[in-house]
């Protein structure tokens, strides 16, 4: 059974451009969630979607937002890109309810670099 | 709000040593507890889970026992191997709204 992937492996933008990172979840997970890594700053909760719909959200701007298609795959679209968003995002996928659905699975994520 | 504290690293051990992390959390309800690996340069893996109160979860000789009494899971080995080397991340999922949360993460290194 295929993982969850994600792509670009690396991403280098530069401050003020726009950045979109890719993700497909398990075959049969209908939830995907965004992690960003930061250097320091420990594992942060970004979004969370399911059936094409933002069930949450972490305390990021407005300027990180997402989406997710028909297929359940996602995009993460970061504006307006600060040196700060330099991190490792990673995208997780699980079902949607239950006890399983703290069960979360993760990609191998996409390092960001913005300079 | 909810919180998970783990013990800061890094752990440095020789191979076949005994592995203690300790973690503990803060949070309303019953959470769900889990630990996850993440070895250099990958995305994190699911070692192990515990959804109830004195649930024993393991994997790969990895063993943590959820405390309801004294709000720990802290995650024991053995006898460690080089390829344990990595970072061990502690997390609980509560609140109803999927998201986990993790400690801040411990770094193992095990030397031959």
């Known amino acids: 059974e295929a993982g969850v992937t994600q792509s670009p492996t690396h991403l280098i933008k530069t401050r003020g451009q726009q950045a979109t990172l890719r993700c497909s979840p398990i075959s049969g997970h209908t939830s995907v969630y965004w992690y960003q890594q930061a250097l320091g700053l420990g594992l942060q909760f970004l979004l969370w979607y399911d059936e094409g719909e933002e069930r949450n959200r972490g305390n990021f701007p407005p300027r990180f937002s997402g989406r997710q298609f028909p297929n359940y795959s996602s995009e993460l679209n970061v504006n307006a890109l600060e040196l700060e968003d330099s991190a490792l995002y990673l995208c997780a996928s699980s079902l949607a309810f239950g006890d399983r659905s703290y069960e979360q699975y993760f990609g191998p994520g996409t390092r960001l670099t913005v300079t | 709000g909810d919180s998970v504290t783990q013990m800061e690293g890094p752990v440095t051990l020789s191979e076949e040593a005994c592995l203690t992390i300790?973690?503990?959390?803060?949070?309303?309800?019953?959470?769900?507890l889990f630990w996850y690996v993440q070895y250099p340069g990958e995305g994190l893996q699911l070692l192990l889970k515990a959804t109830k109160a004195d649930d024993k979860g393991s994997n790969k000789g990895f063993e943590a026992t959820y405390r309801k009494e004294t709000t720990s899971f802290h995650l024991e080995k053995g006898s460690v191997q080089v390829s344990d080397s990595a970072v061990y991340f502690c997390a609980l999922g509560a609140g109803g709204y999927n998201k986990l949360i993790f400690g801040a993460g411990t770094r193992l290194a095990v030397h031959p």
């Open positions: 300790n973690c503990t959390y803060t949070a309303t309800g019953y959470p769900s």
